[in-house]
Protein backbone atom coordinates (compact mmCIF):
# COMPACT_ATOMS: atom_id res chain seq x y z
CA UNK A 1 0.00 0.00 0.00
CA UNK A 2 1.22 3.40 -0.63
CA UNK A 3 -0.39 6.69 1.00
CA UNK A 4 -0.01 9.85 -1.00
CA UNK A 5 -0.40 13.28 0.72
CA UNK A 6 -0.38 16.34 -1.85
CA UNK A 7 0.46 19.37 -0.82
CA UNK A 8 1.39 23.69 -1.97
CA UNK A 9 -1.76 24.35 -4.20
CA UNK A 10 -2.97 27.75 -3.15
CA UNK A 11 -4.35 30.68 -5.01
CA UNK A 12 -1.73 32.56 -7.94
CA UNK A 13 -1.63 35.36 -10.32
CA UNK A 14 -1.03 34.86 -13.57
CA UNK A 15 2.97 34.52 -14.65
CA UNK A 16 3.96 33.41 -10.57
CA UNK A 17 4.96 30.13 -9.30
CA UNK A 18 4.24 27.68 -7.04
CA UNK A 19 5.92 24.15 -6.01
CA UNK A 20 3.41 20.96 -4.96
CA UNK A 21 4.96 18.53 -3.03
CA UNK A 22 3.48 14.96 -2.83
CA UNK A 23 4.75 12.73 -0.09
CA UNK A 24 4.42 9.31 -0.52
CA UNK A 25 3.96 6.77 2.69
CA UNK A 26 4.59 2.87 3.20
CA UNK A 27 7.03 1.84 0.17
CA UNK A 28 10.17 3.69 -1.26
CA UNK A 29 9.44 5.89 -3.55
CA UNK A 30 12.17 5.75 -5.47
CA UNK A 31 10.87 1.72 -6.28
CA UNK A 32 8.03 3.37 -8.67
CA UNK A 33 6.85 5.67 -11.34
CA UNK A 34 5.06 8.84 -10.14
CA UNK A 35 3.04 11.42 -12.03
CA UNK A 36 0.77 14.30 -11.80
CA UNK A 37 -2.20 15.01 -13.04
CA UNK A 38 -4.49 17.97 -13.16
CA UNK A 39 -8.32 18.12 -13.41
CA UNK A 40 -10.28 21.46 -14.08
CA UNK A 41 -14.18 21.53 -13.66
CA UNK A 42 -16.06 20.31 -16.05
CA UNK A 43 -12.90 18.44 -18.10
CA UNK A 44 -11.65 15.16 -18.22
CA UNK A 45 -8.23 14.30 -15.79
CA UNK A 46 -4.83 15.03 -18.34
CA UNK A 47 -1.60 14.34 -17.61
CA UNK A 48 0.75 16.61 -16.66
CA UNK A 49 3.83 15.42 -15.71
CA UNK A 50 5.84 11.99 -14.95
CA UNK A 51 9.38 10.76 -13.33
CA UNK A 52 11.05 7.62 -13.36
CA UNK A 53 12.24 5.95 -9.97
CA UNK A 54 15.81 6.73 -10.06
CA UNK A 55 15.01 10.62 -11.96
CA UNK A 56 16.41 9.15 -15.19
CA UNK A 57 13.40 10.03 -17.13
CA UNK A 58 10.97 12.68 -17.02
CA UNK A 59 7.61 13.12 -18.96
CA UNK A 60 5.88 16.37 -19.97
CA UNK A 61 2.69 17.10 -21.55
CA UNK A 62 2.96 19.45 -24.21
CA UNK A 63 1.06 22.66 -22.54
CA UNK A 64 3.45 22.40 -19.51
CA UNK A 65 6.50 22.06 -21.26
CA UNK A 66 9.03 24.49 -20.20
CA UNK A 67 7.65 25.86 -17.92
CA UNK A 68 6.76 22.75 -14.78
CA UNK A 69 9.43 20.89 -13.67
CA UNK A 70 9.02 17.56 -11.92
CA UNK A 71 11.70 16.24 -9.62
CA UNK A 72 11.80 13.42 -6.88
CA UNK A 73 14.11 13.54 -3.40
CA UNK A 74 14.22 9.89 -2.77
CA UNK A 75 15.58 10.65 0.45
CA UNK A 76 12.63 12.29 1.98
CA UNK A 77 9.80 10.08 -0.80
CA UNK A 78 8.79 13.19 -1.89
CA UNK A 79 7.74 14.37 -5.34
CA UNK A 80 8.13 18.01 -6.62
CA UNK A 81 6.18 19.79 -9.25
CA UNK A 82 7.89 23.44 -9.68
CA UNK A 83 5.44 25.39 -11.88
CA UNK A 84 6.50 28.57 -13.18
CA UNK A 85 4.80 30.84 -15.75
CA UNK A 86 1.44 30.17 -14.76
CA UNK A 87 -1.47 30.58 -16.49
CA UNK A 88 -5.13 30.83 -15.98
CA UNK A 89 -5.81 27.41 -18.08
CA UNK A 90 -3.38 25.68 -15.51
CA UNK A 91 -6.61 26.21 -12.95
CA UNK A 92 -7.65 22.84 -11.55
CA UNK A 93 -6.84 20.25 -8.80
CA UNK A 94 -3.66 18.64 -9.21
CA UNK A 95 -3.54 14.88 -8.19
CA UNK A 96 0.09 12.71 -7.47
CA UNK A 97 0.19 9.83 -8.52
CA UNK A 98 2.33 6.54 -8.17
CA UNK A 99 2.42 3.36 -10.94
CA UNK A 100 3.97 0.28 -8.94
CA UNK A 101 3.33 -2.28 -11.54
CA UNK A 102 3.81 -0.92 -14.36
CA UNK A 103 7.49 0.93 -13.81
CA UNK A 104 10.52 -0.03 -11.70
CA UNK A 105 14.57 0.10 -12.16
CA UNK A 106 15.14 1.47 -15.67
CA UNK A 107 11.77 1.18 -17.40
CA UNK A 108 8.24 3.05 -17.05
CA UNK A 109 5.95 1.96 -19.27
CA UNK A 110 2.67 4.18 -19.08
CA UNK A 111 3.95 7.40 -17.56
CA UNK A 112 0.95 9.38 -19.40
CA UNK A 113 -1.94 7.06 -18.60
CA UNK A 114 -3.72 7.60 -15.46
CA UNK A 115 -5.82 4.25 -16.04
CA UNK A 116 -2.52 2.43 -15.07
CA UNK A 117 -1.61 4.69 -12.15
CA UNK A 118 -2.15 2.42 -8.74
CA UNK A 119 -2.10 5.00 -6.13
CA UNK A 120 -3.94 8.34 -5.94
CA UNK A 121 -3.41 11.43 -3.61
CA UNK A 122 -6.89 13.26 -2.46
CA UNK A 123 -5.62 16.11 -4.58
CA UNK A 124 -4.65 20.30 -3.97
CA UNK A 125 -6.57 23.01 -5.76
CA UNK A 126 -4.21 25.31 -7.55
CA UNK A 127 -6.28 28.82 -8.73
CA UNK A 128 -4.51 31.22 -11.44
CA UNK A 129 -6.11 34.34 -11.53
CA UNK A 130 -5.82 36.78 -14.45
Known amino acids: QVQLVESGGGLVQAGGSLRLSCAAF????????MGWFRQAPGKEREFVAA????????YYADSVKGRFTISGDNAKNTVYLQMNSLKPEDTAVYYC???????????????????????WGQGTQVTVSS
Open 97 to 119: AADVTHSGSGYFSFPRLGREYDY
Open 26 to 33: GRTFSTYG
Open 51 to 58: ITWNGGST
